[in-house]
T-cell receptor, first 113, second 114 residues
Framework: EADIYQTPRYLVIGTGKKITLECSQT?????MYWYQQDPGMELHLIHY???????EKGDLSSESTVSRIRTEHFPLTLESARPSHTSQYLC????????????FGPGTRLTVL | KNQVEQSPQSLIILEGKNCTLQ??????????LRWYKQDTGRGPVSLTI?????NTKSNGRYTATLDADTKQSSLHITASQLSDSASYIC?????????????FGRGTQLTVWP
């Protein structure tokens, strides 16, 4: 089991609310990632980070933002949630080396009403 | 365009039976291919990793194969158990990215019935 944690595991909120999804890892990995996954679909990269103070947008356009102030912490924020944001959000971290192995957290299932 | 295609989309088998899942990819330059298992409501967990020079890799009842020439991989599950019910995702890594970019298939949803 990888040492990467996400909270909350489930979140149901109303439209317009601001939310932050937490992600922490204790493996000391520099690279961290956020993915969005809808049922029956592939994971889409929405944000990534090479290390502290580094954040980049991924392949899938997202209205969320991320920050990386500490190596172990990579939170994702939605300023104003909408029903279209309903999805599963997976956080991952990548260990050094060329095999590009990523370790995934358990995910946050977000439902916006 | 780098893509990963999996088949079948879903599969139902009886407990104790074997099954084989397929993966075709067009990712280039190729670094490695992993099969992940994703239980409902959980994050994916790596089962096997295969590099360009490897043809077969086993992990318990899971056996993965790779044909780098035809860009195909398979995951064979032997003597299935109820706990094998999950989505199995084929993930290909490219060699040219410092990001460690991964390309994901949509997964095969396996259901094992008693």
């Amino acid at each position: 089991e990888a040492d990467i944690y996400q909270t909350p595991r489930y979140l149901v909120i109303g439209t317009g609310k601001k939310i932050t999804l937490e992600c922490s890892q204790t493996m000391g990995h520099d690279k961290m990632y956020w993915y969005q996954q809808d049922p029956g679909m592939e994971l889409h990269l929405i944000h990534y980070s090479y290390g502290v103070n580094s954040t980049e947008k991924g392949d899938l356009s997202s209205e969320s933002t991320v920050s990386r102030i500490r190596t172990e912490h990579f939170p994702l924020t939605l300023e104003s949630a909408r029903p279209s944001h309903t999805s599963q959000y997976l956080c991952a971290s990548g260990r050094p080396g060329r095999d590009n192995e990523q370790f995934f957290g358990p995910g946050t299932r977000l439902t916006v009403l | 365009k780098n893509q990963v295609e999996q088949s079948p989309q879903s599969l139902i088998i009886l407990e104790g039976k074997n099954c084989t899942l397929q993966c075709n990819y067009t990712v280039s330059p190729f670094s490695n291919l992993r099969w992940y298992k994703q239980d409902t409501g959980r994050g994916p967990v790596s089962l096997t990793i295969m590099t360009f020079s490897e043809n077969t890799k086993s992990n318990g009842r899971y056996t993965a194969t790779l044909d780098a020439d035809t860009k195909q991989s398979s995951l064979h599950i032997t003597a299935s158990q109820l706990s094998d019910s999950a989505s199995y995702i084929c993930v290909v890594s490219d060699r040219g990215s410092t990001l460690g970019r991964l390309y994901f298939g949509r997964g095969t949803q396996l259901t094992v019935w008693p």
